[in-house]
C-alpha cells in the first residue's frame, strides 16, 4: 500500500467512478483497477463491490474515512520536506549578545520570517564567551556578537560597529562639557559591565592607554540596564549609542573626544558545520544584508 494507491482509491470515491478516476489521474482505467485490486489483496477485504451502481463496503466506508486523514498527512509530510530542501523551512538556533539581541535584530527577525513562515527561530541571549562557548558544542547555529578571543578556530564576519557614547546624570558635574575625554573620567565613579564581557575589556583597554584607570567603579550585569542605573545618579557609563534612543529622563549624552570608541559586532559561525543547513544559509545572508555596517 502506497500514497498513490491510497489517492487512487479517494479519488475513486470521490467521483463515484473507475473510468473517471482515471481521467482524473491521467491514468488507463486497467491502471486504476489493478492499483485497487492489489490494495484490496494487501487488506485482505473487499473495498468495493462490483457492479452497479457505484457502492462501498463496509470495509470500505471505513477505510475510506480513516485513510482521508493518512493522506493528508501525507501530503503534509511531503511538502514539509520539500520545503526543508529547499530552505524555506527548519529550525535554527541563533545566540545573541546585547544590545544586538534587543535594540536591531527583533526588527529583523520580523521581516525574516515574514519571508520564510515557516522557518523557526530560538534568540539565546548571552556575552561572547558563552556564545562562542555554546556554539562550539554545537547548542547553537550562528551568533551575533563581538569577535572571540584570539586563536579561536570559529569564524567570524564583522557587520557593522557599535559606537560608544558617554551618559551622565544632567546634574553631574561632566554634563557642561560638550565632549568628554578619557581623562575626564578619573575621579568619577564609573559603571562598569561585568568582568567577562568584551565591551567592558574594550573599555578598560582604551582607559589603559590613556593612563586613566578608573578608582571609583560599580559593577552592572547588564549592558541595556547602565542607563537605568545613570538615570539613578549612581554614575556615569559608557553605552552603545544606540540604546539611547530616547534618551532616558535626567541624562545627558556626551560624545568622547579623541579617538571614537566603538566595537565590531558580527555573525560567529563554527567552519565544521560548513557548509551550513539552507535555512541557516538564508538566515546568515538575510543578517548580512540587513545589519550592514553603518
Request: hydrophobic residues 40%; charged residues 25%; contains cysteine.
Amino acid at each position: 500500500m502506497d500514497l498513490k494507491t491510497l489517492k487512487t482509491f479517494q479519488t475513486i470515491v470521490k467521483y463515484g467512478s473507475f473510468m473517471r478516476a482515471a481521467e482524473e489521474l491521467n491514468y488507463v482505467q486497467s491502471t486504476v483497477t489493478m492499483q485497487i485490486q492489489k490494495l484490496e489483496a494487501d487488506l485482505g477485504v473487499q473495498l468495493i463491490e462490483r457492479g452497479k451502481p457505484f457502492r462501498l463496503t463496509e470495509a470500505g466506508r471505513l477505510f475510506h474515512e480513516q485513510s482521508l486523514h493518512v493522506v493528508k498527512n501525507m501530503e503534509q509530510l511531503q511538502a514539509n520536506l520539500a520545503d526543508l530542501r529547499l530552505g524555506e523551512a527548519g529550525a535554527i538556533r541563533l545566540g545573541a549578545t546585547e544590545p544586538t539581541a534587543s535594540y536591531r535584530l527583533p526588527a529583523v527577525l520580523e521581516r525574516f520570517l515574514s519571508q520564510f513562515p515557516k522557518i523557526r527561530i530560538s534568540v539565546d541571549f548571552a556575552n561572547t564567551p558563552v556564545l562562542s562557548e555554546r556554539l562550539r558544542k554545537g547548542d547553537i547555529d550562528l551568533a551575533l556578537c563581538s569577535s572571540p578571543e584570539f586563536g579561536s578556530e570559529l569564524y567570524f564576519e564583522p557587520l557593522f560597529k557599535e559606537e560608544f557614547a558617554v551618559l551622565v546624570p544632567a546634574n553631574h558635574p561632566l554634563a557642561h562639557k560638550t565632549a568628554i575625554a578619557p581623562d575626564d573620567i578619573r575621579g568619577h565613579r564609573l559603571l562598569i559591565t561585568s568582568e567577562t564581557c568584551p565591551y567592558r575589556k574594550k573599555l578598560e583597554t582604551v582607559l589603559q592607554e590613556s593612563g586613566n584607570i578608573p578608582l571609583d567603579t560599580m559593577e552592572i550585569g547588564s549592558m541595556t540596564a547602565l542607563k537605568y542605573y545613570v538615570e539613578s545618579g549612581l554614575g556615569i557609563a559608557l553605552v552603545p549609542k544606540i540604546v539611547l534612543s530616547p534618551v532616558p529622563a535626567g541624562t545627558a549624552v556626551r560624545p568622547i573626544s579623541g579617538t571614537p570608541i566603538d566595537m565590531a559586532i558580527g555573525i560567529l559561525s563554527k567552519p565544521s558545520d560548513y557548509p551550513l543547513k539552507l535555512a541557516t544559509t538564508k538566515l546568515y545572508q538575510f543578517l548580512k544584508r540587513e545589519l550592514p555596517e553603518r
